[in-house]
């Protein structure tokens, strides 16, 4: 008996959290040289006066909650609990990066709270990749991907190449933590992969091209880079990333084997990537001739981290601030498919079928609200 189907990968649940630098043993984002004077940030909401088909996307993106994002303020507070205030600078170096410049570590400032703002990123001169140096001016110009003289009449321009290259991404999506562990390491991951060679950058697939205005007074049907920068939260992104098929069905003396294999086919990195919390777990189902579950098994593909004394580490802040060892890494790489195997025991004269689903796990630790009642106690009187 044989069998074969391929199937887009189902969606549990999306999230992405990013962290970012730190002084000392930690990996840094480090702006060399220093702003030859004092940097004033401006605040997205005067970006969007002119910039306004960017904004609105911009506004809605993970990159302008990633302060405000629940999974990342759940990992902000348990890490402050396990270092302390110092630790701060390793979450919002990248979660709050003007905090580079401003030094608000307590996130008193209202442009500390626009999160990965427009003026930071436009304002950087100069990128080293992996979490190197950055430069960052100090003067009025802003840097970017077009031609200057297209925006010459609303302020002064530059130019800059990086803003198309995947180096541009490495200062957060690369991240080693204290104990030389690349806990984020989506950039080496592309950079070894086949895209590189190809001219594909990490802005080719996260920041595609759609219908907009660069600035008002704009021609009219023109297009802009996306701003939404979907990832791991996108469930259009993820379901796009890989395949799975069931690539044989056969009888074997113990019963019926069936092989099933997973495929890169949409990503430039591993699949999944970055926070080793996420995993893609492979279902496959042994079904009767009616289509009954008989037997169920599962293949996780995640990278697995250890801290120091060999404990197995789940949660975000645990990996970026314990993580000390890999001890297993079998993700899926850019182009790359792997096959696995799967053995059912089966009765000889029967009909079967294999199903096969693959699954993005992510089970971050999220802080809601949640009612709590005690019941005081009641009376009832009657006429």
Sequence with gaps: MSARCVRKIGIVIICCVIVGAFSGSYAQMRLTPEPEGPVQFQSSRTCAKCHLDIHRIWKESLHARALEDNIFQSAFMMAIKQEGDQVRSVCLGCHAPTTLITGDMLIEQSITSEAITCDF???????????????????????????????ADSHPTVYSETFKKSDFCATCHQWTNRHGIAILDTYREWSQGPHPAKGVHCQDCHMPLVKGAVAAGAEKGGMINSHDLAGGHSITQVASAAEVKVVSVTRVASGIRAVVEVSNVGSGHMVPTGMPSRALALEVDLLDAKGAVVERQEYVFKKT????????????????????IITKDNRIPPGGSISIPFDFAAAPKKSYSVSAHLRYRYNPLILQEEQISIDMGADVKSL
């Design 121 to 151: 990123c436009h304002r950087l001169s100069n990128i080293h990749p992996a979490a190197g140096p950055v430069a960052i001016t100090s003067g009025e110009e802003k840097y970017g991907p077009l031609p200057s003289q297209e925006l």
């Design 305 to 324: 981290v250890l801290d120091s004394e060999y404990n197995e580490l789940t949660s975000d802040a645990d990996l970026i601030l314990n993580g000390a």
